[in-house]
């Protein structure tokens, strides 16, 4: 028995098959319908889907042989992917080379051997597509141009399948570059809004602490008429301020977890805004600028992810006030929720001059703004717009006189 040799270029064919990743994976149908129609042509018992390692053959199909991989030393594969055309061995018994292998003295019993190489997009022949027989044969040039054929085929399979896998890591690349981008774009409203935030939260504290401290003084002093009305008064204090806290931890919790795993889910937009508005409101007070809103009566139900739509909202909210905050006339944001005809509609209008017509067009580009540089990402739109898809709803600019109008709509549902 002679064995098979290495290919001078055995590093990179052994790459290029290693890049398939296709090595010790699972049957699959488009090999075996291959594998069966090689046999049925050459009208041989046995064919294969054989792939080169370093130091075995690898079936990744087979029909006619229960084994899954033999020694690469005792393989024809072996000597098969030296040659640049369809290797055959007519008699097996009768060529030096192989009538003491184990695989013609024992099972299978080889006699006939014809291998087709599989070459990869870099010419590196990784293995071949065989046919064998336990009995001695010669084949037409007819049956070993189809044996080609089937070969290439095969290959054709190969690179499908590593496109599609490269495809998919590209598409996850991106889809992490993109959470990338959303977490920057909200990172970068919650910084613009965190002083406001605080002074927020501090004036509830500190009338929370006011009143916690009458509450101690009533209660140590002596007996009053009024003291129970005093008392009431002070625990009603202690509730709003909680109720304010609370309203911005909840606004913070909505805007600030990531909800592109979550399905869908039926809710109130009334909530959504009010829970977003919590968290602007101290921020934008401070900047002489008046938040318009009135909840509507109706409810507003939807199917979303309310933390995206939050994110919307409070990067809509940003954007209007970064164009009115250093307007000397009158500053104000307006939050409009209605339903019109099949669509619920919110629309954030502000009192600035409008988007110039000329740059229209390019507002929801990434990276596009109209701020100064280092004043913003210029990612803001460009995200808003992607969540808005994402939760089957539209985010576009209203064209409307003497101000910045844009608006997200949805379509109702029937829940």
């Not at 406001?196 to 006011?210: D, F, Q």
């Not at 199917?303 to 909202?313: D, G, N, V, Y």
């Not at 409070?314 to 939050?335: G, M, P, Q, T």
């Amino acid at each position: 028995m002679i064995k098979p040799t290495l290919p001078e270029s055995e590093g990179e064919r052994i790459r290029a098959l290693e890049e398939y990743k296709i090595l010790d994976t699972p049957p699959e149908p488009e090999f075996d319908a291959l594998t069966a129609l090689a046999s049925s042509i050459l009208g041989v018992p046995i064919a294969l889907v054989s792939l080169v390692d370093r130091d075995r053959q690898w079936f990744k199909s087979k029909i006619g042989i229960p084994v899954s991989e033999t020694a690469r030393e005792v393989s024809f594969c072996g000597h098969a992917i030296l040659e640049q055309d369809v290797f055959v061995v007519e008699d097996a018994v009768e060529d030096v080379r192989f009538h003491d292998n184990p695989l013609v003295k024992g099972d299978p019993a080889i006699r006939f051997y014809a291998g087709a190489p599989l070459r990869a997009w870099n010419g590196q022949a990784i293995g071949t597509l065989c046919v064998i027989d336990r009995m001695p044969r010669k084949i037409d040039p007819e049956k070993m141009q189809a044996l080609r054929t089937l070969a290439d085929m095969v290959v054709t399979q190969l690179e499908l399948k590593r496109k599609n896998r490269e495809l998919s890591d590209a598409l996850e690349t991106i889809e992490r570059q993109k959470m990338g981008l959303i977490h920057n774009s909200k990172m970068s409203a919650l910084g613009e809004m965190a002083g406001g935030m605080a002074h927020e939260i501090n004036n509830p504290l500190t009338i929370i602490s006011g009143h916690a401290s009458r509450i101690a003084m009533l209660l140590r002093g002596p007996d009053h008429p009024d003291r129970s009305l005093r008392l009431e008064s002070a625990v009603t204090g202690i509730g709003k301020g909680v109720d304010r806290i609370s309203t911005i931890i909840r606004g913070l919790q909505l805007f600030s977890r990531d909800g592109s795993g979550d399905p869908l889910e039926l809710c109130d937009l009334r909530q959504v805004v009010r829970d977003s508005l919590g968290l602007c409101q101290e921020h934008f007070n401070h900047l002489a600028i008046k938040l318009r809103y009135v909840m509507p009566q109706e409810v507003m139900r939807v199917r979303c992810r309310p933390t995206q739509i939050s994110q919307i909202l409070v990067n809509l909210l940003n954007n209007a006030k970064d164009a009115i905050k250093h307007h000397e006339s009158e500053r104000w944001i307006e939050i409009d929720l209605f339903r019109k005809e099949r669509e619920i509609l919110l629309r954030v209008r502000d009192s600035g001059a409008g988007v110039p017509e000329e740059l229209r067009y390019r507002i929801f580009e990434p990276f596009f703004s109209t701020k100064a540089p280092g004043s913003g990402t210029g990612l803001g739109l460009s995200v808003s717009r992607s969540l808005a898809l994402a939760n089957h709803a539209e985010l576009d600019l209203c064209l409307e006189e003497g101000s910045s109008c844009f608006r997200i709509r949805f379509q109702t549902t029937g829940d």
